[in-house]
C-alpha cells in the first residue's frame, strides 16, 4: 500500500513573499499514524497542513511546485470540497468552526452540504455522538459549552464526514492541563479504535510524546527531524528549532549529569521511577 499522504519535492512561495516557505519537501506519512508536528513560528507548519486539505494552492495564491498526493489523489487536481470527504481540519480556537445554533445542527451541517439521505445523516449523528460521549451535549448552544466541550464538538463534525486524516493546529492552547490531557486521550482513542490518521501541531510536546507515533521537527523552508519521539527528544539542537524539551526529558538528563543510571530513554515519570529505584536497590 501507497503511503495515504505523499510530499513529492513539493515547494511554495505565498504571492506576497519573495522566498519559499516549503523548499523541496519530500514527506510519507502512512494510514494509521499519529504524527506530532512542531518547530518554531513561522517555519511553515501551518502552510504545510493547508497544502494536505487543499487550501493551497486553491485558496491561497502562490507558487507552487511539485506534488500533494492523499489517498491516490493529486491534491491540486481536485475540490476543496471533494478533499473535505477524506481530511478533516480542527481549527485552534473552535469558536472559529462551530457557528450552528445547537451542537446537533453544527454536526449535521456538513453531511447535509455534500447531499447525504436524511436516514445516514441519523445514524452518523447518533454514532459520533456517542463515540465522543457528548449525547448530553446535543440540544445545547454553543455558548453553553466549556472549551473542552466546544473541542470535542468541533472533532464531531469533523468526524461525522467519515475523513481518514484529522488535522489539528494547536488544539489544546485554550484548555487547561487537565482538560487538555482528557482531549488528547481522545485524539488518541480516535487513532487507536478507528484507525484515522491524526496530525497535530502543537507547543506543549509533554502532552503528546507518549501518544505519537513520530514527530516531525520544521526549520526555515524544511524538514529538520522526523522520527519517533524517543529517537527525536534526544537530539541535542532541538532548542535552536523553538522546541521545548518536555521537563521528563530534563529530569533523565540532569540524572545522568548526576551518574545515576537510567536504563532506556523513558517518556513519563512511572519509567524513570522503576528505574531509580532499580539504582538505589529498592524494588
Not at 171 to 177: A, G, M
Not at 232 to 247: A, D, R
Request: glycine share 8%; proline share 5%; aromatic share 8%.
Amino acid at each position: 500500500m501507497p503511503p495515504l499522504i505523499q510530499f513529492v519535492n513539493l515547494s511554495f512561495s505565498y504571492s506576497s513573499s519573495s522566498s519559499p516557505i516549503l523548499k523541496n519537501i519530500n514527506l510519507f506519512i502512512e494510514e494509521g499514524e499519529f504524527v506530532l508536528l512542531v518547530g518554531p513560528s513561522g517555519c511553515g507548519k501551518s502552510t504545510l497542513l493547508r497544502c494536505i486539505n487543499g487550501l493551497i494552492p486553491n485558496l491561497y495564491n502562490g507558487v507552487y511546485e511539485g506534488k500533494v498526493i492523499v489517498d491516490g489523489e493529486i491534491v491540486k487536481d481536485k475540490n476543496i470540497s471533494f478533499l473535505a470527504t477524506k481530511v478533516g481540519f480542527v481549527f485552534q480556537n473552535p469558536e472559529n468552526q462551530i457557528f450552528m445554533f445547537t451542537v446537533e445542527k453544527d454536526i449535521v451541517f456538513g453531511l447535509e452540504n455534500i447531499g447525504l439521505e436524511k436516514e445516514e445523516i441519523r445514524e452518523r449523528l447518533e454514532w459520533v455522538l456517542k463515540i465522543l460521549n457528548i449525547q448530553h451535549l446535543r440540544y445545547k448552544a454553543p455558548y453553553e459549552l466549556s472549551d473542552g466541550q466546544k473541542q470535542r464538538v468541533a472533532i464531531a463534525g469533523v468526524l461525522a464526514m467519515h475523513p481518514k486524516i484529522i488535522i489539528l493546529d494547536e488544539p489544546t492552547s485554550l484548555l487547561d492541563p487537565k482538560t487538555a490531557s482528557e482531549f488528547i486521550q481522545v485524539l488518541k482513542e480516535l487513532n487507536k479504535s478507528l484507525g484515522i490518521t491524526v496530525l497535530v501541531v502543537e507547543h506543549r510536546i509533554d502532552l503528546l510524546c507518549e501518544v505519537a507515533d513520530r514527530i516531525i521537527v520544521m526549520g526555515e523552508e524544511r524538514i529538520e527531524f522526523d522520527g519517533p519521539p524517543r529517537k527525536v527528544l534526544q537530539e541535542k539542537s532541538l532548542y535552536l528549532y523553538g522546541v521545548t524539551i518536555p521537563p521528563i526529558i530534563g529530569l533523565q538528563n540532569a540524572l545522568s549529569e548526576l551518574n545515576v543510571k537510567i536504563n532506556g530513554f523513558h517518556l513519563n515519570v512511572e519509567g524513570i521511577s522503576e528505574e531509580i529505584k532499580k539504582e538505589a536497590h529498592l524494588e
